[in-house]
């Protein structure tokens, strides 16, 4: 069974830049969620895709977008970037079944840094 | 809406002592909670977590917590520290009808010494 795995490891951008970064999700999971763990901090919840819909968001700019494929593997894209974007961003998979919610699985996380 | 304190942000024993960590949350209606431990350059694995049913909640690596209603709490113990549990520790709650999201606390240090 694969785990949730997220691509780049590492990312520097500049301010205004755009950037988008991936997430594969757990075998059998049709759920992906999104956080952003700024440095010293608990990760804050930006939103959730359902079989390819935003499922939920948290208090996150419209910036802030998402996609989630056919596949459930999904992408996380931050447009017009600020110094405070700067974070490790997670992705997390569950299945979602029933309206009964399951545990997320967390990948190892994607470091962005907005120089 | 749901927050999750954490009440220290650091917190140092020794190996062998017991460990606390303490975890309160604001809800009327008491969420799933969960405690998941993340260690340098990682992502967040999952020590354990109350649902339904019996409070007193084992883990892996010989954690548990006990959920207390009277006390909205959910702190998490283990008897004896040991030097692999350094780490930073995260409580989260989760509600289905709150965006189905988890709500983090801040976190919580674990320095353990030799």
């Known amino acids: 069974e694969t785990g949730v795995t997220q691509s780049p490891t590492h990312l520097i951008k500049t301010r205004g830049q755009q950037v988008t970064l991936r997430c594969s999700s757990q075998s059998g999971h049709n759920t992906v969620s999104w956080y952003q763990q700024a440095l010293g901090q608990g990760p804050q919840f930006i939103f959730q895709?359902?079989?390819?819909?935003?499922?939920g968001r948290g208090n996150f700019p419209p910036r802030f977008s998402g996609l989630q494929f056919p596949n459930y593997s999904s992408e996380l894209n931050v447009n017009a970037l600020e110094l405070d974007d700067s974070a490790l961003y997670l992705c997390a998979s569950s299945d979602k079944t029933g309206g009964i919610f399951n545990e997320q699985f967390f990948g190892p996380g994607t470091r962005l840094t907005v120089l | 809406a749901q927050s999750v304190t954490q009440l220290g942000s650091h917190v140092s024993v020794s190996e062998g002592a017991l460990v606390l960590l303490r975890c309160n949350y604001s809800?009327?209606?008491?969420?799933?909670l969960f405690w998941y431990v993340q260690y340098p350059n990682q992502g967040l694995q999952l020590l354990l977590k109350?649902?339904?049913?019996?409070?007193l909640v084992k883990g892996i690596n010989g954690f548990e917590a006990e959920f207390k209603k009277s006390e909205t709490s959910f702190h998490l113990t283990k008897p004896s520290a040991h030097m692999s549990d350094a780490a930073e520790y995260f409580c989260a709650a989760f509600r289905n009808n709150a965006g189905n999201m988890l709500t983090f606390g801040g976190g919580t240090r674990l320095m353990v010494k030799p």
């Open positions: 109350y649902t339904t049913g019996a409070t």
């Open positions: 809800s009327s209606v008491p969420p799933y």
């Open positions: 895709y359902y079989r390819e819909e935003e499922n």
